[in-house]
DNA sequence: AGCACA
């Protein structure tokens, strides 16, 4: 017996630990804990509220979400509260069990609320990682009716990314569903094969009550089966299409969404312009990051240059060693909103007026299957595309480019660390002529002897479109053909797990 | 069962 004590006054040495247990001030805010996880503002209220006024909660806090903080409008409330079932004979329990009440080390509750964290009866849920046409309205009905009936959904996209409001006949529902589905992730068999994690973040809506207009591709009204459809938007170029295999095939676009694995090297707008206008001309591109992975969207002027650019491209890497593997599929988007000049987006059809000054007028991409689709030597494969293809922005032409300074910084060190040869000529080099380690030497930076001053090119730009001579299977040593084919088997994860 | 969160 002594010796426990002992032990314990030991072990407690910390100052915090001993304060903790011996020594709480009394505060307003208490600190409940061992709650059930369902445990709601609510509760909470009904239990503390004969004590006095409470003006705050902070529910579900903690891992476990089993801990809670009550504020009351007075001290005396509070200490009212702990003295009662500090000599009570029946705890304090919330759905049967006994919750542990102290005083909390703080004074208030900070930051109670943000308007997501007010009940209500519609979600909005925002639908990490993809993008609109990623994730069907009618694979958001299926996971959010698992909960009780969807009245209505509507999805729209925002700078948050691609979210949806679901709206459930009430509050406890909704709370039902964020409950189970807040931070987990819709089944992977349940999105196209390029998406990768996708995860949910829920949080209320102010909403009560949602206008579906139509019922189309992005909004629907379960309610209202009379409502009018929407043919344009359903039927329309967007509306996915299934192929002869029976699988979803994104419809066509001019605009390309590249997602790039293996992201060894900077990708930068240059080398990406860079890459795809082998194909054509790149009007806009935009760089962004989706759940760690780095995508680009590539606008063309029509669908059938981006195809031919996506048909060749797809599954190459940008880089020898499988470095930069990019994925292609066709954007929802038809023109992309893009910042003219920034470090991750370009707008190539707005004129420059320092360009036009000197400019070639720009020829529109002929025929990709007549010429080859890459230039044929390294330093000036700008210059050197066929059919006089010439951007209305030239990364090499610097005299041109008055506002982009080129900062090698922006490579860093580690990363960069070989000649940007950008080998676009896969076809005069032979396939492992680049070595990894003869290319990478962390001592060369000879950007200016390659004649390509501008950064963006990092090391060994050992493209491979397929054009016309197919893929050279080997060249790269991680290249799969097909990138999904590994990744197939552990795709199936356990619903929701 | 043991202190949140921007």
Redesign the pocket.
């Known amino acids: 017996m002594i010796s426990e004590i002992v032990n314990k006054s030991m072990s407690s040495s910390s100052s915090q630990q001993h304060q903790?247990?011996y020594t709480?001030t009394p505060s307003k805010?208490l600190?409940l804990?061992?709650l059930p996880w369902e445990c709601t503002d609510d509760e909470l209220v009904h239990l503390c509220n004969p004590f006095g006024n409470i003006v705050?909660t902070?529910c579900n806090?903690?891992?476990?979400r089993?801990?809670a903080?009550v504020?009351f409008a007075d001290l005396n409330q509070a200490i009212s509260m702990v003295s009662y079932y500090a000599s009570s004979s029946d705890p304090a329990q919330v759905r049967g069990?006994t919750v542990?009440i102290?005083?909390?080390?703080?004074?208030?509750?900070?930051?109670?609320k943000?308007p997501g964290d007010i009940p209500g009866n519609v979600l909005l849920v925002t639908i990490e990682g993809v993008e609109a046409g990623d994730v069907s309205i009618d694979v958001i009905h299926l996971v959010f009716s698992a909960f009780g009936f969807v009245h209505k959904i509507a999805t729209f996209e925002k700078t948050a990314g691609f979210q949806a409001l679901i709206q459930y006949t009430d509050s406890d529902t909704a709370a039902s569903a964020r409950n189970a589905l807040d931070g987990r992730s819709i089944p992977r068999y349940l999105l196209p094969e390029h998406v990768g994690s996708c995860h949910l973040r829920i949080s209320y809506s102010a909403h009560r009550d949602l206008n579906i207009k139509f019922q189309s591709n992005r909004s629907r009204d379960y309610t209202n089966p009379m409502l009018p459809v929407n043919h344009t938007a359903i039927d329309g170029a967007l509306q996915p299409v299934i192929g002869p295999d029976g699988k979803k095939k994104e419809p066509e676009s001019n605009v390309l969404l590249a997602s790039i694995e293996n992201m060894q090297y900077a990708v930068t707008v240059d080398v990406l312009h860079t890459v795809f206008s082998s194909f054509g001309t790149v009007q806009k591109i935009a760089i962004f990051e989706k759940n760690g992975q780095t995508q680009a969207l590539i606008q063309y002027p029509d669908v059938t240059t981006a195809a031919a650019a996506r048909e060749a491209l797809e599954g190459h890497c940008i880089y020898d060693g499988g470095y930069c593997k990019l994925h292609l599929t066709y954007s929802r988007h038809t023109d992309l909103n893009v910042k003219a000049f920034s470090d991750k987006s370009r707008d190539y059809t707005l004129p420059d007026l320092s360009l036009l000054a000197t400019q070639v007028p720009p020829t529109g991409w002929q025929n990709p299957q007549s010429t080859p689709m890459y230039p044929v030597s390294s330093p000036a494969f700008q210059a050197q595309v066929p059919g006089g293809q010439m951007p209305s922005w030239d990364p090499n032409q610097q005299a041109f480019r008055p506002s982009y300074v080129p900062t090698p910084d922006n490579f860093p060190g580690q990363t960069y660390r070989g000649p940007p040869i950008p080998a676009y000529a896969s076809a005069a080099m032979p396939a492992g002529a680049s070595s990894p380690h003869a290319q990478r030497n962390p001592n060369v930076h000879n950007a200016s002897s390659m004649g390509i001053t501008q950064h963006g090119v990092p090391p060994n730009v050992n493209f491979q479109p397929s054009g016309p001579s197919p893929p050279v299977p080997g060249s790269s040593p991680h290249m799969q053909t097909n990138p999904m084919a590994g990744a197939a088997p552990q795709g199936h994860r356990p619903y929701y797990g």
């Open positions: 903790f247990r709480q805010v600190h804990r061992n705050n902070k806090v903690g891992a476990n089993n801990q903080f504020e069990k542990y102290q005083y909390s080390n703080r004074h208030e509750i900070v930051n109670n943000s």
